[in-house]
């Protein structure tokens, strides 16, 4: 049965159900469980709940170190850029043991983060900077884009024997979504075709997803129908769906929040080039976020980043139309 | 696991066995050294001698239990010898060899035998001590007694990751020793030029006051010593009374490492930087007279506990299992090419 949640509301029924099945999980982290009418405190007890200080290089290096005494510790990290400030132990120690020992440990272990805060929050609280985990080999990286993905990837990260770094949309928060009860998991590395479509390809990370299909709807009315699809993980990737639709539109457009040499979208449009090139009718086009620090102020804030305008105009650039509908004249197929 | 549940002295036989693993670091810490010389280009990259920290390492673990455990760092050959991780497995993984310790994944810098209680290590600085802390949280849930080791260097001792863990640690009374063998030097520079404790004429153990834990200083070239102060500090964190810092001064005989140096130039080790760099020859030729391998051993043969000829044999027995541990290495095949792609993901 499935029942509509908002995002966040499915990201705690996850861990709460995870917590429940697992006593092995564990959920630590800055501002959390600081009393004892804490709901995840008083199911689950102060061994297993903590709040801890501003320290996330202990945080995460706990972490890590509990995964490698057989505990499945969750970090709270509320913020993707706060991760910063403990890289080396996200990118340089918990991906990198198991393989360094020859196969001795494993590190399972999820750093649950915020990102793209893109409401005002400036410079340092608005990245989309999944770009730079995705090829960290050993790391595992989820973007849930629907509240359903949130919670079943979130499931699926809690069981994964490997450090996952789970990464939620902040403009998502309250986005409502059809959930389903009890039981949830969804695979890593499975995309999603969001919406059906023959002329275009369109692969779309987080809150960009919704953006692309508002951007299809329109597009519809234009007798352009684009094919959406979500990688709902970007480590591991699902390269052959995109592939496979490529193969059948011919056309891509990438779509990603984050600026546009740190973008998932500049790893798969790579992919794509060498081994879907043959299946191209037109150059790739990524809608990304300009190369620059996320600003304060809301024109510049807009103008930076991805909108529903820039994705059609890109489709209509692969398809070779006209801002008026109907295909240009001497335009490929 | 070395060790007894709850060490209370140390008897004849436990003196003796501190001794003869301190005997068998040394020896494969010299193998290993010669291993440049004799086999040019079977060890690559850094490596990393306890040379010098044989009384506090041996000295730290013998106050240990079965069940405990221990993370330590880059410069780790020490602690799996004396937990009783195969000599030859060591060497083999210093080599490159697919009967490696971690099956040439990992080298000299991250040797790791969970199975013995040896979880493992960190090549950057400072970095393995959240981690011991985070075992150490994983301890205290399990609530079965267990209490955790960790090693790392004074230099460490200025990073962020020493500071937030010792917080932490004190806070939630985790049953953790923090060993800090204080060797004087972070690579080239001295620790009263990097350590404001250090430079104000203080032991670095008064770091612990900081964050509300006792904090002692120990002379680590004296295994009896430090086994005392860590026997103390494993006691209390099994009470559940949580951690100590346990400054460990010691003196480390060889360079920081081999020589860093582009392909071509053939790998050794310089000479200690007290004499390669500050020419402080006298210093240096103190530290060789305090080495605590033959101080223990006259002290021990001096008391009574051994005869000079059963330390001869402990030695002989030494030699011969780290020249064994050599061959060994340099017979084992290598890995497969392929097998680089194992083990990224579990």
Known sequence: MARELPYIGAINEALRLEMARDDRVLYFGQNIATTDNDPFLSEFGRDRVRTTPISETAEIGMAVGAALAGYRPVVELYMAEFMLVAMDQVVNEAPRLRYMTGGQVTVPLVLKAGYGFTAGWAGQHTGSIYGMFMGVPGLKVALPATAADAKGLLATAIRDDNPVCFFHHYLLTLEPGEVPEGEYLVPFGQAAVRRAGGDVTVVATGAMVGRALAAAGRLAAEGIEAEVIDPRTIAPLDLATILESVAKTGRLVLVDQATRHGSASAVIAAEVAEAGFGSLRAPIRQVTALDATIPYSKPMEDYVLPDEDKIITAVRDVLGVAATGGRAAGAPG | ?346
């Open chain 2, 1 to 346: 696991m070395a060790g007894t549940e709850e060490p209370a002295g140390l008897d004849a036989d436990r003196l003796i066995w501190i001794f003869t693993q301190m005997v068998r670091i040394r020896e494969f810490e010299e193998r290993v050294k010669a291993t440049f010389t004799e086999h040019p280009g079977v060890i690559r990259g850094h490596t990393h001698l306890a040379d010098g920290a044989e009384a506090s390492i041996v000295g730290s673990l013998a106050a240990l239990g079965r069940r405990d455990q221990v993370m330590a760092t880059y410069r780790c050959h020490g602690y799996p010898l004396a937990l009783g991780t195969p000599a030859a497995a060591m060497m083999a993984e210093i080599y490159g060899r697919a009967t490696g310790l971690c099956g040439g994944y990992g080298g000299s810098m991250h040797l790791t035998d969970p199975g013995r209680g040896f979880l493992g290590t960190s090549g950057i600085v400072g970095q393995g001590i959240p981690q011991a802390t985070g075992v150490a949280y994983a301890a205290q849930i399990r609530g079965e007694g267990q209490v955790v080791a960790c090693f790392f260097g004074d230099g460490a001792a200025k990073q962020g990751a020493f500071h937030e863990s010792l917080n932490v640690a004190s806070l939630w009374k985790l049953p953790v020793v923090y060993v800090l063998e204080n060797n004087g030097y972070n690579v080239v520079t001295r620790a009263e030029q990097e350590d404001a404790n250090a430079a104000a004429g203080e032991p670095l153990a008064v770091k612990a006051r900081a964050y509300s834990m006792p904090g002692v200083t120990v002379d680590g070239g004296d295994p009896v010593a430090v086994h005392r102060e860590v026997a103390a500090a494993v006691a209390r964190a099994r009470a559940g009374l949580g951690p100590t810092l346990v400054e460990s001064t010691i003196y480390r005989l060889s360079a920081h490492g081999n020589i860093i140096a582009p392909p071509g130039v053939p790998l050794h080790f310089p000479e200690h930087e007290a004499v390669e760099v500050f020419g402080a020859v006298e210093e240096y030729e103190a530290a060789k007279r305090g080495d605590p391998v033959p101080r223990t051993r006259a002290t021990l043969v001096g008391n009574g506990t051994l005869t000079s000829a059963a330390a001869d044999q402990i030695a002989e027995s030494a030699r011969a299992e780290m020249a064994e541990a050599v061959q060994f290495g340099l017979q084992s095949p290598f890995p497969r090419p392929d097998a680089a792609v194992n083990f990224v993901y579990a």
